[in-house]
């Protein structure tokens, strides 16, 4: 540790933006419930000539040498600035939203590659602090390499797309505007309900530039995070229009997990007897095995938990901002007289579908629910006939879990062991294609940390570098990433970053030669699965119907220094897991899984407008379907 020779008599301290603000971000603390850690721990990072001389030597300077009182603030080198992003949300969703990574990338291509991870931070909620940088403030070379010129006015740059993905956003265009914008980031990154993406734009020759700070600005601050409670009269409002309900159902978002509030919830149910469905994002919220869970709702959901969101007069939702997938595109809740309850920290999502909103943290809510409630039960009748519909569908996920399909394994034989694998403090991660789908219908989540499903933005490329923040934010966790080959294709180059941390996650990487997802979702639509496989071009055909495209996707994870087992079967697949979870070493388990599925039944719909007119007799039956389902949609008012 050293001192700063250039700390004045007058209490400032003599530094550049970037050594600032490093400084700054090292001696953040958030604290809830009694539990105060680091908000900003450690930074992702690519450097470039934006960055490198700013915030890159800032960085190298608290590693070396800082300063007396001076916290380290961790660097891991990424390799790509939309997976360090990633990996960011990853890490911050996994310790529940208190802790959140800065990411540092340079001007130009490598600050718009992070653009994409910005977007889904913001749309789950999910705190993470961004760094792009900017060109100079001077204006002095300019344009600057990699500056996006505009004639109409010399202020702007590529770092503007940030604003409309962004919960906050500043450009610093000198030192002095450092003080209140990093204050306010803070308060966003620790605020429940207005957390997401922060963007702080750092002109290059800014981030260099010296400053006489006031030496208070770099004193230990503590972020309390709120837990606001329910107004009194809201939470009445809300307790009468459930004490009316005969089928209630209560739907768990991403809200009572990172509120910690799975305790709250179990009681809930306990008392009420409410049966309870999950979203992506709220899926282990309450155990599968607690009596009064149904597991997943709408679009992705299972038969159970639909059957009674269909028949239902109240909803309550907690934690949730109701996204199509959990509404089905508003045609899930289909009793004519259903109202909701609405118990959220964001005002802007407690009022969703003409609700009774009680804006509240979603422990503290359903705490005060519980209370006020008391002498509410559902009849002996409605549970018994949710205790049917549940062991009804368990029936289900076991056949498809146990299907012994050939000549290739379906893919929910893999979910299946993976599933009687994993322990209850593992994690499994993934995003999109149809993997999601299959686990929201299927997975059986015992503990509020298993089941990291990325379903906001559901974003392709997520799961790797995803691995990488959550064993960084629960080192004694299994963390297993299922990638299909075409997620695998977008974003694997964080493999590299995970190996040469000595992190130890594993992959598992589905191979069907195609997209799954879209395929069948383009010919449930009359496109025929046109152009969702991964075939070579043919020279008679023109098109790209020829041979599966060579890839080899086990060799490309070996370069990267992953161990890889390649597998064909089940059986092979379970041996192969368990050697994985024994290994110090990150692992790779390539199988083979059909295309085509089979996938869980479906009952309920996903609103994806069908061409209105075309020469096809497939897209126009497609179109008459399509008119068919839509019917039933509706706004809740």
């Keep these: 540790m050293s001192n700063d020779a250039a700390t004045t ?20 603390y958030s604290e809830r419930d009694g539990v105060e850690q680091r908000l900003i721990p450690g930074a992702f990072g690519i450097f470039g000539h934006g960055n490198v001389a700013g915030v890159g030597q800032a960085l190298l300077q608290n590693d070396l040498d800082p300063a007396d ?24 969703r996994t310790r529940n939203r208190m802790q959140a990574f800065a990411c540092t990338a340079s001007i130009g291509p490598g600050s718009t590659n992070m653009i994409t991870g910005a977007a889904l931070a913001t749309i789950d909620r999910i705190p993470v602090l961004i760094l792009p940088s900017d060109t100079f403030a001077t204006r002095s070379p300019d344009p600057v390499l990699q500056q996006l010129e505009d004639p109409r006015s010399l202020d702007i740059s590529v770092n503007d797309a940030f604003k409309p993905v962004s919960r906050f956003w500043d450009r610093i265009n000198r030192p002095e505007q450092l003080i209140p914008s990093a204050l306010g980031a803070m308060r966003v990154l620790a605020d429940p309900a207005e957390t997401g993406a922060v963007t702080i734009c750092l002109p290059q020759d800014v981030q260099a530039e010296a400053f006489d700070w006031p030496v208070e600005f770099f004193r230990k601050r503590v972020w309390h995070v709120a837990r606001p409670v329910p107004e009194p009269a809201a939470l009445a409002r809300a307790v009468a229009v459930i004490r009316s309900a005969r089928k209630p159902l209560l739907i768990a978002g991403g809200g009572v ?136 569908w368990a029936r289900v996920t076991d056949e498809c879990y146990h299907r012994d399909h050939s000549p290739l394994p379906a893919q929910t034989e893999v979910f299946g062991a993976l599933n009687e694998l994993m322990a209850d403090d593992d994690i499994v991660i993934n995003a999109a294609g149809s993997m999601p789908g299959d686990l929201q219908a299927l997975w059986r989540a015992r503990s509020p940390i298993q089941y990291h499903l990325e379903y906001g ?119 192969a897991y368990v050697k994985a979870a024994a290994s110090s070493h990150t692992t790779v388990i390539h199988i083979e899984t059909d295309l085509y599925g089979p996938n869980p039944p479906s009952s309920a719909w996903w609103d994806v407008p069908v061409s209105q007119t075309s020469r096809l007799e497939s897209t126009r039956t497609a179109y008459g379907e399509y008119l068919q389902q839509k019917s039933d949609q509706r706004h809740y008012l």
């Design 257 to 392: 997990i990172y509120s910690e509030g799975s305790a709250a919830l179990a009681a809930f149910a306990d008392a009420t007897g409410i049966p309870v469905a999950d979203t992506q994002a709220g899926k282990g919220a309450i155990s599968f095995e607690h009596p009064a869970s149904v597991g997943g709702v709408g679009s992705t959901g299972n038969d159970a938990a639909n059957a009674l969101a269909a028949e239902a007069d109240v909803i309550i939702g907690v934690g949730t901002r109701y996204s199509d997938f959990t509404t089905a595109s508003h045609t899930a809740f289909r009793n004519p007289d259903v109202r909701f309850v609405n118990l959220n920290v964001l005002g802007f999502d407690a009022a969703k579908n003409s609700a009774e909103m009680v804006v509240t943290d979603a422990r503290e809510g359903l705490a005060a629910l519980t209370t006020a409630l008391d002498g509410f039960r559902v009849e002996e009748a409605y549970r018994a006939r949710v205790a049917g519909l549940v062991a009804d």
């Design 457 to 575: 933005f559901s974003c392709m490329g997520y799961e790797i570098p995803a691995a990488m923040g959550a064993k960084l934010a629960a080192p004694d966790s299994e963390v297993v990433a299922i990638v299909g080959d075409g997620t695998y294709q977008m974003l694997p180059q964080e493999i590299a970053t995970i190996v040469s941390e000595n992190l130890k996650v594993i992959i598992v990487l589905l191979q069907n030669h195609g997209f799954a997802s879209i395929g069948g979702l383009s010919e449930s639509r009359g496109s025929q699965r046109f152009g969702t496989k991964y075939r070579m071009r043919d020279a008679a055909t023109g098109r790209l119907d020829g041979e599966y495209v060579p890839l080899d996707l086990a060799a490309n994870a070996r370069s990267f220094g992953a161990d890889v087992f390649e597998v064909s079967t089940i059986e092979e697949f379970r041996h």
């Design 69 to 92: 009182g001076e916290n380290r603030l961790k660097y891991y080198l990424a390799r790509n600035e939309q997976g360090m992003v990633h990996a960011a949300v990853s890490y911050a």
């Design 9 to 28: 008599a007058q209490g400032t301290i003599r530094l550049t933006v970037g050594q600032a603000l490093v400084r700054f971000l090292a001696n953040q």
